[in-house]
């Protein structure tokens, strides 16, 4: 299969999307999967991970909702609490349908960087993984280390950092040795895999390429193509760029890998890290 791995649907009057202010006004409507399907087939994209938008349970039940009609929905990343006591119970009661997969706490937008480090959110990625979850980490350079802390104390649990951990690269600026020397040490623990994903809307502006070489090559240096999956980042995309655009730089920047290894991160990583079904 050829998988996008990280993409997103919503339906603005469920009410929960807090972080969708006048300053994206421009996807700030209903998005469904009919408005993806025909770039999917354009791309021969066979398969997709569908990741929350909203920190609630009932989005994350909006999602499996969804895949229970779009046959190319195979995995759906959802929200549950992980600082509630009964975040088991929850998960249980979520991991019923196959079709879910794991969690992402929004951790970007928690003032505490160490957040992910307390005692009960440790206990309930604990609980994650001893269900056969996995864990999204939508993450900034600032918790690399914290993120570092987690893998390393809970070699079981499968991470995936999402949008190559946001490297600050706004106009094509360098990333930085703190963001590279996170993702390096990271990358030393076999459960930690990364996303391509969600770095036209870091650079901003005149991304391509060029532009996003570097962080690319460093990601596939350190993780190696074993363990690097591709995402869109779609509908979110839309507001630097195209769903098009993103797959023909991504397809050059993964040209000077060999076969199996583009294999491996159009799909096949993906594929193995989430568990999904042909």
Known sequence: MRIDAHQHFWQIARGDYDWMTDEVAMIRRDVLPAELAPALQRHRIDATVVVQAAATVSETEFLIDLAQKAHFIKGVVGWVDLDDPAAPQTLDRLRTNSVFKGVRPMLQD???????????????????????????????????????????????????????????????????DDWRDGVEALAQEPNVFCKVSGLANECGPGWNATRLRPVVAHVLKHFGAERVMWGSDWPVLDL???????????????????????????????????????
Do not use: M, Q
């Open 240 to 278: 630097a760029g195209s769903y098009d655009a993103w797959h023909a730089v991504a397809e050059d920047l993964f040209t000077p890998l060999s076969d199996a290894a583009r294999s491996a991160v159009w799909g096949g990583t993906a594929a193995r890290f989430y568990g999904l079904e042909a």
């Open 110 to 176: 928690i003032a505490d960087t160490d957040w992910i480090l307390r005692p009960r959110i440790r206990a309930n990625l604990e609980e994650l993984a001893a269900r056969g979850l996995r864990l999204d980490a939508l993450v900034t350079p600032r918790h690399l280390p914290a993120l570092h802390d987690i893998a390393r104390a809970l070699p079981e649990l499968p991470i995936v950092i999402d949008h190559c951990a946001k490297p600050v690269i706004k106009g094509g600026v360098d990333a930085g």
